[in-house]
């Protein structure tokens, strides 16, 4: 395979050919800011050894699976925590008005291996609203292309549903996953001058028709009319975006309720097209200049590698981690409240198919590293490639010990969940506790983001012996 030369630098890894140069750091760490990177460089990295190699070619399995419906509660096989969808958050929050709320839908899935040895799983999530089994507007993977020519189309045409690809088995101690993403549509603006508005869509939703976050929110008020168009539940078009490549700390991956996610991510390459004035506080790292840009002067397709802080937390009372984001601009930390969300660079998706990007995450002895590669607003081709160690700067990545032996204590915490119905505690890193990881693609959430995306050559390196 061929070989990426490169340093290390504070906070993440500069690539050679790119100025080094020292950053003030405003935001209590170490950061190392990096000048432009002025060539593309090849997306897989040596001392890799290929494990499996997925091209889409056969899909039909995935189509052919029934939907089922899931019971919630412990004993459903989607079960994970306090956080799940009828989890003890949302009861302490709504009460019998979130109980009456949850109840009147079901949520129906699929849960499909497929692939060599069958490596990969797709989780697919659905709304079912007249309780018939059948899904108003399911998602979809389906193979496009013929012969030697296939990819993978992930279809979701409503936001009250959810589609990931993840692994089927907790990875390994050490890996690299890398992946070719081909078409993308989950929102963001287009055209020239750029809007939110293109296509009869707006930030890549279907303009009609109720879309709000029903029924799950952080609180307030789940009273009223059971169903999507509740007035107390709040339009999601403002919100849209597409998990490129994520790292979970829980077994088997599922679509869940967007509350959930925030609490069970290690490390990502995220996009999150916003239009709305919260947005003020994010930024966009223009990597040609090394300078940080308004997010309302970009064009909301800003791709987000962060690394997610198991130190502190951006919103406890969610057990919602802080933000490390290593870019060109330097290591921003969420913290900023000029900068509360910092993109490392803008995809082009009106480029795509006819020229594509590559993402990759490792994990290696000494912690992760996020790669994207592809041509970017403001800098072209190129590949932008950033580690952090398990513990860097006395902050960690969130969850990192896959086993109790890696890990003493050193950062846990107890959080207190309250609401209008109670309360209760949780403990958030105890000392002997493991958590793996599992690769996410696509969209995790079962009431937030609609749209479509292509991907290809799904590839597991793990360190060649």
């Not at 997925?54 to 306090?82: C, I, K, M, T, Y």
């Not at 709320?101 to 497929?114: C, E, G, H, N």
């Not at 899904?135 to 292309?145: A, I, N, Y």
């Not at 008020?221 to 490549?245: K, W």
Request: glycine content about 12%; hydrophobic content about 35%.
């Amino acid at each position: 395979m061929s070989k990426h030369t490169r340093t290390r630098g504070q906070g993440h890894l500069i690539i050679v050919a790119a100025l080094a140069v020292t950053a003030l750091s405003p935001l209590g760490l170490d950061q190392a800011q990096a000048g432009p990177p002025v060539s593309a460089l090849p997306a897989a990295a040596s001392g890799w050894s290929l494990v499996y190699a997925e091209g889409f070619g056969s899909l039909s399995v995935v189509s052919r699976a029934p939907w089922v419906r899931d019971p919630h509660g412990d004993a459903s096989p989607w079960n994970v925590d306090h956080l799940d969808d009828d989890g003890q958050y949302f009861q302490v929050q709504g009460g019998a008005d979130f109980r009456t709320q949850l109840a009147a839908a079901d949520i129906l899935r699929k849960r499909v291996a497929f692939g060599k040895n069958g490596w990969l799983t797709a989780e697919l999530a659905a709304r079912d609203a007249n309780k018939d089994g059948i899904p108003e507007s399911p998602p979809s993977l389906q193979t496009v292309g013929s012969g030697g020519q296939t990819a993978g189309r992930l279809a979701e045409p409503s936001h009250d549903g959810g589609i990931i690809i993840r692994s089927t088995s907790a990875l390994p101690a050490q890996y690299r996953i890398e992946y070719t993403l081909k078409t993308l549509d989950f929102g963001g603006k287009r055209g020239e001058p750029s809007s939110f508005s293109y296509g009869g869509k707006t930030n890549g939703y279907a303009s009609d028709g109720c879309k709000t976050n029903w029924p799950w929110k952080r609180s307030g008020s789940f009273a009223g009319t059971a169903g999507r168009c509740n007035s107390n539940f709040g339009d999601v078009r403002a919100e849209n975006g597409f998990y490129f490549l994520a790292i979970m700390d829980y077994h088997r991956p599922a679509p869940h309720n967007n509350v959930f996610i925030h609490n069970h991510r290690k490390v990502g390459m995220d996009m999150y097209n916003v239009n709305g004035a919260w947005s003020d506080s994010y930024a966009v790292c223009n990597p040609a200049t090394g300078a940080l840009e308004e997010y309302q002067t970009s064009t909301a397709n800003g791709i987000n590698s962060i690394f997610f802080d198991g130190s502190r937390f951006r919103a406890p009372e969610i057990g919602y981690q802080q933000f490390v984001m290593p870019t060109a601009c330097g290591v921003r930390d969420g913290s900023d409240p000029d900068a509360t969300i910092v993109s490392a660079a803008e995809i082009r998706p009106e480029l795509m198919p006819s020229q594509s990007y590559t993402f990759a995450i490792e994990r290696d002895a000494t912690g992760y590293t996020t790669e994207m590669t592809g041509t970017f607003r403001h800098i072209g081709t190129t590949t932008l490639r950033y580690h952090r160690d398990f513990v860097q700067d006395g902050h960690p990545v969130w969850h990192y010990n896959q086993t109790p032996e890696g890990y003493g204590g050193a950062f846990n915490s107890t959080l207190t969940f309250s609401g209008p119905f109670g309360s209760y505690t949780k403990e958030q890193w105890p000392q002997g506790s493991a958590y793996p990881d599992y690769f996410v693609i696509g969209d995790p959430h079962l009431n937030f983001y609609e749209g479509s995306a292509t991907i290809d050559d799904l590839k597991m390196y793990v360190p060649a012996s």
